[in-house]
Structure formats: C-alpha cells, structure tokens
C-alpha cells in the first residue's frame, strides 16, 4: 500500500494498492513527487485485498480504485498522516488470523533461496503440497511454486548485481539446471536478460542492505 | 588462515541458545540486539547460531534443518570425560536419542543425540593418547 504526493499540489495524495508482482513493470513520476508506504508481509495479503485476492496479482489499484477496496483511504486526501496513523485504516483485523503453518513455509521458502523442493517443504509443516499450496494461493494469491521462483530470480539478480557473480556462476549458485533455464526466468520475471541487468534497475529490499 | 566459527543457521537465536546452556553446559557470550546472531562460549573457536533469515540478508540460499527429517551432512562433536552423565543431561533437557554412550575399540566413547533443530550432536570422551 503506497500513498504517492506530487510534487505540484502536495495536498492532493493518490492511494495506490499494489499485489503481488509477477512481472517488472514502468511506474512514471513527475521529479519531486514523494511515497511513503506500507510493505505487508506477504501471507497478509488477503487481510488486505479480502475476496479479491484472486484477482491481486499483477495488479495495481490507483486512486478511486484503491478507496473502492479500502474505503477508509478515502481519508487520507488532503492530509499528512503518519505510517502509524494509516496502518489501522488500512488493514482489516476483523481478517481471520494467517495459518502459522503458511508464516513458516514462508521463512523456509525465503532462507532455500526459493531452492527447497515443494515436497520437502510441506514435509517441514506436516502438510501435503495440495494444503500448502491452497494456503499460498488463498493467502499471497501466489501458487507455491511461482512465489518460489521470484525469489530464487531476486536472489540470482543479487548475486549478479550485488555479489558480483559471473553469470555462470551465479546461474549454477542459484539453482538454475542451465543458463537457458535462468535467461527464460529473467525474461518471465524481470523482463530482461542476465547479461543485459538494467544498470539503473531498483529493488525493493526486504531487509536494509 | 584458522578456523575461527562454526556458524549453525537456526529458527530462532535466543531459544536455541537457551538450549544449548541446558542440554550440554555450555555458556553464552553474548545474543546480538536483532536477536538473529548469538556466539557461546568455547573459546577461540567460536560456535555461533545465526537466524535462518540472516542467510538471506547475506545472499546465502539454505536448507532450514528440520527435526523432522534426515539431519544435514555434518555435525558437532562436544568432548567430556562423563560422556554418560552428558548425554543423560542432553536428554533430559530436550535433545533426541540417536545412539547410547558406546566403548568404540580404540577406547573412546562415544554417543549422538539431535538439538532442538535436528542436527547432529556428539557427545564423546577424548581420544586417549597411546602410552
């Protein structure tokens, strides 16, 4: 959940909810315009998107869109609220609390670097494949396996671009069966090649670098 | 070039650590503020227990341990002159039976239990020295 501020009329602020993304996508802006926004954990996402969560991915809602799925972001226009003030607003706590089953599914999936057999991670919670990936695709509106390989194509682009690995390497370091395997991956997720890496790509950081 | 840590990835710092201090004796030094990094005491050879999301953090790919399933290929290997009272004090605080204090035929004794997350421990007595 994003709230962007132009940079003409500061008063005026535009929602924007966004769901999971499963393709890189352009976000034009006017120089000066700011953002300040929430980042939900991702099993959270149908505490936010409720019945919709189907229809989330790849999906980004702006202005009156927004406030149709979260009417009381209608609130926001004309004023400066702080993340404290907005969170309430936003998230529903009448939602029904996320399976912890799905939290730690998340964690393993995360630390694997999206590596981690989807057999061997419902054996971590005693759960078939068929449960857990019921609970991602009600829960992040990803299936197991998609939700898998975004984050095995962000930590393959980090050992390309942060790590500095040659592309071999970081295809091999990565779980890629072969370059072909990773280039087709690249293309799916980030739309580019491994060896044509945006220079002036932004990422969202999950944790500080 | 030394060794100077053995860093185990584990879901969680604190309780880990915790357990450490009561199945096998041993001491802390210190738990980082974020609660994802913690070192005991042992000396100049540092074990160390890291949160599985500091693998991350570190453009590390892992496979979390899992009590539940096969132990990961390596283990630890803590040396007492009491393997039997150490490897009671593991059990009763937690660990799982792998194998029973048994006299090996180069004299050593020797014992393996799972910690909290599945990984191997051996609890052992020193080699003894040929006289």
Avoid at chain 2, 37 to 60: D, I, K, Q, R
Avoid at chain 2, 78 to 95: I, K, M, P, Q, W
Wanted: glycine share 8%; with cysteine; aromatic share 8%.
């Amino acid at each position: 959940m994003i709230v962007q501020h132009h940079r003409d009329t500061p008063k005026t602020v535009t929602p924007i909810i966004t769901g999971p993304a499963t393709r890189a996508y352009t976000v034009s802006y006017d120089a000066g315009d700011q953002w300040f926004g929430l980042r939900l954990r991702p099993e959270s996402g149908a505490a936010l998107w409720k019945g919709a969560m189907a229809q989330a991915t790849d999906t980004v809602l702006r202005g009156q869109e927004a406030i149709d799925l979260v009417p009381p972001l209608a609130e926001l226009d004309g004023r400066h609220l702080t993340l404290k003030e907005i969170a309430p607003l936003v998230l529903d706590h009448t939602a029904q609390s996320v399976d912890t089953r799905l939290t730690r599914a998340l964690d393993v999936l995360h630390a694997s670097g999206g590596r981690i057999r989807m057999t061997t991670l419902a054996g971590f919670l005693s759960c078939s494949t068929r449960q857990l990936n019921r609970l991602f695709r009600a829960n992040t509106g990803l299936s197991t396996k998609t939700y898998a390989q975004l984050i095995q194509f962000h930590r393959t682009l980090g050992l390309i671009t942060r790590a500095r690995l040659p592309i071999t390497a970081a295809a091999f370091e990565g779980g890629y069966a072969d370059h072909a395997h990773m280039t087709r991956a690249f293309g799916r997720f980030g739309g580019f090649a491994p060896s044509r890496v945006p220079p002036d790509l932004t990422l969202p950081q999950l944790f500080p670098q | 070039m030394k060794l100077g840590y053995t860093i185990i990835y584990v879901a969680d710092v604190p309780k880990t650590i915790a357990f450490y201090e009561a199945a096998f004796g041993l001491q802390q030094r210190f738990i980082h503020e974020s609660n994802l990094y913690g070192e005991m005491e042992t000396g100049e050879t540092v074990l160390a227990f890291a949160g599985n999301e500091a693998a991350e953090m570190n453009g590390l790919a892992i496979l979390p341990n899992d009590p539940k399933g096969p132990a990961a290929g390596w283990e630890i290997c803590f040396v007492t002159d009491d393997v039997a009272a150490a490897y009671d004090r593991a059990l009763s605080n937690g660990c799982r039976p792998v194998s029973a204090p048994s006299l090996k035929p180069w004299g050593q004794s020797v014992s393996y239990v799972r910690d909290l997350d599945g990984c191997i421990v051996e609890i052992a007595s020193p080699i003894q020295k040929p006289t």
